[in-house]
């Protein structure tokens, strides 16, 4: 494949990503939808397919290269080896640009339900709850904010994600049939968002995070600001896991 063709399915894939994953988030936090309030488990499972789902298409339309959809593995498996230096940039690109037209989608889908939740708000507080809505349909925030434990968690969590996808693409196992691979990614990013997710809402990928975050300043910068303080965290925390772990598997 030329990076042309590598660059065109890795966004595509990265897009699919956000339009699925941040589109379950809006099932599930926005009014009138038919999953509203469907929990914090329903968001877990259905990040897990949305990363199944675009695993899937991208093995299907590139066999000989790797789906990575996150700036973090991307850096890891660089070093690592299992990607080529030359493709970094090429890479990372594409998941910006992906993640930013994924996100542009998800907006487009879920515009009606979005000044639906925001209008029907009373209160200052019902105001503030929509907002904070609203900004997690675009990106994560930490339940309790507090910047080193926030930090240390997306650290852990995508460390975690790193070494399990590591594991499978070096597993000889799946080696006779790789589209089985991506449901163990899928269940991965479940098993993760179950455990850990809860407390920063599990970016553990800084394309998923900023670049929608960017989309919501964007557009809805006036409903409560986008938390640009907090914005480095699942940015920084997943990158340093992805140099950290990249580095530790040279050993």
Not at 37 to 60: F, K, R
Not at 93 to 101: K, Y
Not at 148 to 174: H, M, P, R
Request: net charge neutral.
């Amino acid at each position: 494949m030329n990076f042309l063709q590598h660059f065109l399915v890795e966004g595509l894939g990265t897009m699919i990503l956000i339009v699925l994953g941040n589109g379950v988030v809006g099932n599930v936090v926005l009014k009138k939808n038919k999953g509203y309030e469907g929990g914090w488990l329903l968001i877990t499972v259905g990040w897990g397919l949305a990363v199944t789902m675009a695993a899937l298409i991208c093995i299907a339309l590139k066999s000989d290269a790797v789906a990575s959809f996150n700036p973090a593995l991307t850096v890891a498996l660089c070093i690592d080896g299992l990607l080529k230096v030359n493709l970094l940039a090429i890479y990372l690109g594409a998941e910006l640009i992906g993640a930013f037209i994924g996100q542009i989608i998800v907006d487009l889908l879920y515009v009606n339900h979005i000044k639906v939740h925001l209008t029907s708000a009373q209160g200052e507080e019902e105001k503030k709850a929509a907002q904070a809505a609203v900004l997690g349909l675009h990106s994560t925030g930490p339940a309790i904010r507090s910047y080193f434990s926030n930090f240390l968690c997306e650290f852990v969590a995508t460390s975690a994600l790193i070494l399990g996808i590591v594991a499978l693409a070096l597993a000889k196992t799946f080696a006779i049939a790789p589209f089985v691979n991506p449901f163990f990614a899928g269940a991965l990013v479940s098993a993760i968002g179950i455990c850990l997710g809860g407390l920063t809402g599990f970016a553990i990928n800084p394309a998923r995070d900023l670049m929608p975050r960017i989309v919501h300043t964007i557009f809805y910068r006036k409903e409560g600001g986008s938390d640009w303080k907090y914005a480095w965290v699942p940015v920084m925390g997943p990158m340093a896991a992805g140099v950290v772990i990249g580095c530790l598997m040279l050993i």
